[in-house]
C-alpha cells in the first residue's frame, strides 16, 4: 500500500499569478487532482493512502495523515491559503517524522537484524513549490537545513531522517507571468536548480523544473509511473575494472557506472498482494552481544560490488531472492557487455567479523534476454555453503558426517548471527530442520532489545498524540506585541514627523514618550477575528486593500477627540466573507447561551439557517382534528371486514363536502359536540360569504375551495359552519324554485 504525501507550499509567494490568470497555489492544487486522476486508471490504487502537509508549524502544518478520509483530504486541500514563510526545511522534516511515527511499532526497519527489503512501506513525498528564497524567522537561507531535533522516538538509529523506501520529487513551478513567444523546448523536463534538488536526489528522486501547464502534466504522467514498490541501495565498485569489449576503448578515471544510487524493485506476491523474501541484507557492522546500544545506520545500504567474473550459483531446494535493478549507467554497462552467464559478487564492508569488505551475499546478474539486470540475493557467504547443502542432498542424502557438521559449524562462526532465523527456516524448506540448535542467539544484548520495545512503546504514544493534534486549528493571537527597535530614535522623537503632524492638526503636539516604558506589553485587538497587522514596510499592505488602510490610519491620526483607536470601520464589524455565510452552526455555538422556556412542554424550535420560525413536527401533538380530515385510523378492524381494501392499499379521501356529489340524496351532517372555539370567532368570514355575488354553481366551487383550506389548517370547527352555511344555500335555492315553478 504506497503512501503519497503532497507537501504544498503555502508560504506568500505563491500568491504571483501566471500568465493564465490563475496563482501558484491555484495550479498547485490543480495538480493534485490531476494526478489523483491519473492515479485512479491504475487498479493497484485501490490500497493507495494519500497525506497533506503545508509549510505550518506542528501539528497545524498536517492536514491530512493516517486517520484522515479521502474527502478530508480533499476539503484540506481546497482551503489552503499562502499566508506564511518557505519554511521548507521544517516541513520536510515534519513529512518524514510523520511516514516514520508508526515504523518502529511494525518493525519494518529491523534495526541490529539486517535490512529487509521485503519488509517495506513505500512512500512518494511530492513537494510543489515556486523555488524561491528559503524564509524563516531568522531571516532568508541558501541551503537547505533540516531541523536536527525531532520529537520522534529511535531517530538517533538512523543517520538520516528518511527511509531507503522513501523518495522526494519537487515539481517547481516556473511559469511565467506573461505569455513566452519562444516556442517550448522538446524533450524531457529539465531538473531545478533551487535548493530542494539536492534532498530529491540523495532520496532517490529529482526535481522538475516547469515552465507551462504542457510541462504540468508531463510530469505528473511521469510521477505516476515512478509509483513502485521498491528500496533504494548505493551501489559502488570495488577493485579493478573489468576487462574491455574488443569494440570498447579503455577508459581511466572514474566512470558514471562506478558509483549509483537507483531503486530496486520488489514485486509483490500476485497471490497474495504482498512481497515474499528469505534473506536480509546485512548490516554494516559485525553485533556484539556485550554492546549496550546499536550503531546509527545509513539510510541506504552502501553495497559493492566486483567486477571480477563468477559463476551464478543457484541449487534447488534452497531459497534466494531476485530484485530488478532501475534502469541506471550500472545497468547499461552490464547489459552492454552481453554476459548473461556470468556475474558479479556483491559486498557489504564491516559486514564479516575479521574481513573489512566481507564475505559475498549475492551478485548481479543480466537476464537471459538482456533486458534488464538482477539483484540475487543469497545466504550470507554463499560460495561456502550452498556445496555443503549440495553434499547434505546430493552425496550424504540428510545424514550428515562429523566432517560435513565440522564445515558446516566452522561456517556460522563467519555468519552474522541475525542470518539464523533465515537459514533455519531455509533448512526446514529443504527437509534438514534439525541441522541448527534451538538456543543459538539472535546476536542482540539484552539491553538492545529493551531498548527497542521502550522505543516502540514512545512511538505508540508518539502516534496517539499526534493524530489526537491533527485538524486542530492553531490558537488566534490575544493581541499585537509591542516590539523595542533598539537605541534607534522613535518614530514620536522625529523632527520631520513633529512638524508634519503640526501642519496637520494645526497645533504644536507635545509628545513624551520612552520607547522602553511598554516594553513586552500587548495591544488588544477590537475583535477577536480580526488578524493582527502589524505592517513594517507600507509594501507589505496588499494593493486592494490600501485605500481602507490610508482612511484607517488617517482617522486614527486625525480624530484626536477620541481616545480610543478604532482599528476598522464601523461596516466591517458585520462583514463576512461569501463563503462563511451558511456556516450557522458555528453562529450558534459564539452565540451567548439562551433563556430556558417559559413552557417546556411547548414544542421546541428548530434553528434552521434563514427559517427560525419552523417547527419540530416529531415533537407536536396531534390535534384529533387530524381525525376528522384522514378519517379513522381503523384500529382493531378484522381480517374479513368489507370496509378494509385489498393488498393494503391507500385509502381514498373522502370528498369534505357531501352537497358537492350532484346526483344524490342529501343527507345533514350530525352535530358533534360543542367545539371550545365559538362561531363568534368566524363572523368576519361568513359576513364576506355573504357577500358573494354569482350563479349557485360559482358559489359552491368558492365554499369547496375554503372548505379545503380549513381541512390543511385543521379547522374543524370552521369547517362545520362552513358545511351548516353550504345547506342554508341549498335550501335556499330550492325553495326559490319551487316558487318559480308555481
Known amino acids: 500500500m504506497p503512501v503519497l ?16 490568470g490563475t496563482t501558484y497555489l491555484d495550479v498547485a492544487k490543480g495538480a493534485v487532482e490531476t494526478f489523483m486522476k491519473l492515479r485512479g486508471r491504475d487498479p493497484a490504487s485501490r490500497g493507495d493512502r494519500y497525506m497533506l502537509v503545508n509549510y505550518e508549524d506542528v501539528p497545524f502544518g498536517i492536514k491530512a495523515g493516517w486517520k484522515e478520509s479521502h474527502a478530508t483530504f480533499m476539503t484540506e486541500l481546497r482551503n489552503l491559503q499562502a499566508t506564511g514563510l518557505t519554511t521548507i526545511g521544517q516541513s520536510l522534516r515534519t513529512a518524514f517524522d510523520l511516514l516514520n511515527l508508526n515504523r518502529l511499532v511494525t518493525g519494518i526497519d529491523n534495526y541490529g537484524q539486517g535490512r529487509n527489503p521485503f519488509f517495506l512501506e513505500p512512500a512518494i513525498i511530492i513537494a510543489i513549490t515556486d523555488g524561491n528564497k528559503l524564509t524563516s524567522g531568522g531571516g532568508v537561507q541558501d541551503e537547505l537545513h533540516l531541523p536536527l531535533t525531532t520529537p520522534l522516538p529511535g531517530s538517533e538509529l538512523t543517520k538520516e531522517p528518511f527511509r531507503w523506501d522513501q523518495r522526494l520529487f519537487a515539481l517547481v513551478l516556473r511559469i511565467p507571468g506573461n505569455t513566452s513567444v ?37 510530469c505528473l504522467e511521469s510521477l505516476v509511473q515512478k509509483i513502485q514498490s521498491g528500496v533504494v541501495i548505493n551501489f559502488e565498485k570495488t577493485g579493478p575494472d573489468p576487462p574491455p569489449l574488443e569494440a570498447e576503448a579503455l577508459k581511466s578515471g572514474l566512470q558514471p557506472w562506478h558509483c549509483c544510487h537507483k531503486l ?51 541449487i534447488d531446494k534452497v531459497p534466494f531472492d531476485k530484485y530488478e535493478l532501475e534502469p541506471s549507467p550500472l545497468t547499461q554497462y552490464i547489459l552492454e557487455r552481453k554476459s548473461p552467464h556470468t556475474c558479479w559478487q556483491v559486498f557489504v564492508c564491516n559486514s564479516a567479523k575479521y574481513s573489512d569488505l566481507g564475505q559475498p551475499f549475492g551478485y548481479l546478474k543480466a537476464s537471459t534476454a538482456l533486458n534488464c539486470v538482477n539483484l540475487f540475493v543469497m545466504p550470507y557467504n554463499y560460495p561456502v555453503l550452498l556445496p555443503l547443502l549440495d553434499d547434505l542432498i546430493k552425496v550424504h542424502k540428510f545424514k550428515p558426517t562429523i566432517k560435513w557438521r565440522q564445515s558446516f559449524e566452522n561456517y556460522l562462526k563467519t555468519m552474522p548471527p541475525y542470518y539464523i532465523g533465515s537459514l533455519r527456516k531455509a533448512l526446514r524448506i529443504m527437509g534438514a530442520p534439525n541441522l541448527l540448535a534451538d538456543n543459538m542467539e539472535y546476536g542482540l544484548s539484552y539491553s538492545v532489545v529493551s531498548y527497542l520495545k521502550k522505543l516502540s512503546q514512545q512511538s505508540k504514544i508518539e502516534y496517539d498524540r499526534l493524530i489526537a493534534l491533527i485538524g486542530k486549528k492553531p490558537p488566534s ?12 530614535i522613535s518614530l514620536a522623537q522625529r523632527r520631520d514627523f513633529i512638524q508634519q503632524l503640526q501642519s496637520l492638526t494645526g497645533d504644536v503636539p507635545t509628545l513624551e514618550l520612552n520607547p522602553k516604558e511598554f516594553q513586552g506589553f500587548h495591544l488588544a485587538l477590537l475583535n477577536k477575528g480580526l488578524k493582527p497587522q502589524s505592517f513594517r514596510n507600507p509594501y507589505d499592505i496588499p494593493r486592494s486593500h490600501l485605500l481602507d488602510q490610508l482612511s484607517r490610519m488617517r482617522r486614527n491620526l486625525l480624530n484626536t477627540s477620541v481616545c480610543t483607536l478604532r482599528g476598522q470601520d464601523s461596516d466591517q464589524f458585520h462583514s463576512v466573507p461569501i463563503a462563511q455565510m451558511g456556516n450557522y452552526q458555528d453562529f450558534l455555538k459564539a452565540a451567548p447561551q439562551p433563556l430556558r422556556d417559559a413552557d417546556p412542554e411547548q414544542p421546541k424550535r428548530l434553528h434552521t439557517f434563514g427559517n427560525p420560525f419552523k417547527l419540530d413536527k416529531k415533537g407536536m401533538m396531534i390535534d384529533e382534528a387530524d381525525e376528522f380530515v384522514t378519517g379513522p385510523q381503523n384500529k382493531g378492524k378484522r381480517p374479513g371486514d368489507s370496509s378494509s381494501m385489498p393488498g393494503g392499499g391507500p385509502k381514498r379521501r373522502r370528498c369534505m363536502s357531501p352537497l358537492l356529489r350532484l346526483g344524490r340524496a342529501y343527507t345533514p351532517p350530525v352535530s358533534p359536540p360543542a367545539s371550545p372555539r365559538t362561531s363568534s370567532d368566524y363572523e368576519k368570514i361568513f359576513l364576506l360569504l355573504k357577500q358573494i355575488q354569482g350563479t349557485l354553481d360559482t358559489r359552491l366551487i368558492f365554499l369547496q375551495n375554503i372548505i379545503k383550506e380549513a381541512a390543511r389548517f385543521k379547522k374543524r370547527v370552521l369547517i362545520e359552519q362552513l358545511e351548516n352555511f353550504l345547506e342554508e344555500i341549498h335550501n335556499r335555492s330550492i325553495s326559490m324554485n319551487h316558487v318559480d315553478t308555481l
Open 5 to 20: 504525501l503532497f507537501l504544498i507550499d503555502t508560504s506568500a509567494s505563491m500568491n504571483q499569478r501566471t500568465h493564465l
Open 182 to 218: 519562444e516556442p517550448e523546448p522538446l524533450g524531457g523536463v529539465p531538473p531545478d536548480d533551487s535548493p530542494i534538488t539536492p534532498m530529491c536526489e540523495v532520496t532517490g528522486g529529482r526535481s522538475y523544473s516547469v515552465f507551462s501547464q504542457r510541462m504540468l502534466n508531463q
Open 264 to 314: 530496486i524493485y520488489v514485486r509483490p506476491n500476485p497471490k497474495t498482494g504482498v512481497p515474499i523474501g528469505h534473506w536480509p541484507i546485512p548490516e554494516a557492522f559485525w553485533p556484539d552481544q556485550n554492546s549496550p546500544t546499536l550503531p546509527p545506520r545509513s539510510a541506504h545500504p552502501h553495497v559493492r560490488f566486483s567486477c571480477l567474473d563468477a559463476e551464478p550459483m543457484v
Open 477 to 488: 493571537e490575544a493581541g499585537i506585541k509591542v516590539r523595542w527597535r533598539g537605541g534607534g
